[in-house]
């Protein structure tokens, strides 16, 4: 087990992670920011997960906004109007004791080279905290986030034709992290689309909390594709976590466009041969995860949310 904590803009598959998380790693604290919902919308839906699975850790709400841009539109087709499919009305404070940012960086001083920040949400947070403590990239044992395309198996955007959600909402932040000596772990819709999971087979888990929120989604991603399934993306983080033979991974630097119609778009260095004006001269080496045995991480799924 992993110290983790998840730094998440919680909509509907952000709540299936912490659930896999709060399950099979030693989940720490929960820091929210600004993506799918409002930073708000988050730390509430931060609060109604922790009472509906009576889970006591710190809630920290963290960046409003992106690094330069406007906030991107909450994403209410796919996750409904408050993240969580509109499924639940309770209303929770959004303020929290502490700072995310903060909260991030004592963590990481306290537990030196322990403690693995699993980003499921815009990079914003996690920008901002190795801006204001740039020894944070020693100190954390690694980062694993959900973001990114790089047009394996066909998957190259799901915002643009280029960009991911989470990596175009703030590509200015996902830009300084990639370029940070931060080790990192991408887990990209290379290998989180292929992983489908549908409403029958989460019934079928009786979990009722994820079972209600997922409906929404389900019903949405019917009339847009006619599957009634989803794309657990944010989940696969922790079964990465938890089985990492389970994916096949590449190692190579890593850019962000920010620029043109291909702003948001991640790419990992395609060249073979030195060449000349090499653009990722200088940029670390990160872990894109390109493959992924589906079956396995469905069954690892189903049974740890089944509490095997
Ligand atoms: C990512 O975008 C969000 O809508 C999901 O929660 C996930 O983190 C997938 O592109
Ligand atoms: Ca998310």
């Not at 720490?28 to 009472?51: E, H, S, Y």
């Not at 537990?111 to 990239?137: F, R």
């Not at 290379?190 to 929404?216: P, Q, R």
């Not at 599957?227 to 990465?240: E, K, N, P, R, S």
């Amino acid at each position: 087990m992993e110290k983790i904590i998840i730094d998440t803009d919680i909509g509907i598959d952000d709540a299936f992670a912490l659930r896999l998380g709060m399950l099979k790693q030693d989940l720490v604290g929960i820091t929210t920011v600004a993506g799918n919902v409002t930073a708000d919308m988050a730390t509430r839906n931060a609060k109604l997960f922790c009472q509906h699975y009576g889970l006591n850790v710190p809630i920290c709400k963290g960046a409003t906004r992106p690094l330069m841009e406007e906030p991107c539109e909450p994403i209410t087709d796919v996750h409904g109007d408050d993240g969580l499919g509109g499924f639940y009305h309770e209303y929770f404070d959004s303020t929290t004791e502490r700072n995310a940012v903060d909260f991030i960086i004592s963590m990481a001083k306290a537990h030196p080279q322990e403690l693995t920040l699993v980003a499921i949400g815009p990079l914003t947070n996690v920008a901002l905290a190795l801006n204001l403590c740039p020894e944070l990239a020693k100190l954390l044992k690694r980062l694993v986030i959900m973001g990114g395309a790089f047009g394996h198996h066909g998957h190259s955007g799901n915002m643009s034709n280029f960009a991911e959600f989470n990596i175009n909402c703030d590509p200015e932040a996902a830009a300084q992290v990639f370029a940070s000596s931060l080790p990192t772990v991408i887990v990209p819709l290379d290998v989180t689309y292929e992983v489908l999971i549908s409403g029958e087979e989460i019934a079928a888990v009786g979990d009722e909390f994820l079972t209600n929120i997922s409906k929404h989604y389900l019903q949405f991603s019917f009339e847009e594709e006619g599957f009634y399934g989803m794309a657990v993306h944010d989940a696969l983080t922790i079964v990465y976590l938890c089985h990492p033979e389970l994916f096949t991974a590449k190692e190579g630097a890593v850019r962000v466009s920010l620029n043109g119609i291909t702003r948001g778009q991640t790419m990992q260095n395609p060249s073979t041969m030195p060449v000349p004006d090499d653009c990722f001269k200088g940029y670390p080496a990160k872990q894109v995860l390109v493959d992924v045995e589906v079956n396995s991480v469905k069954d690892f799924i189903f049974r740890a949310l089944k509490g095997a």
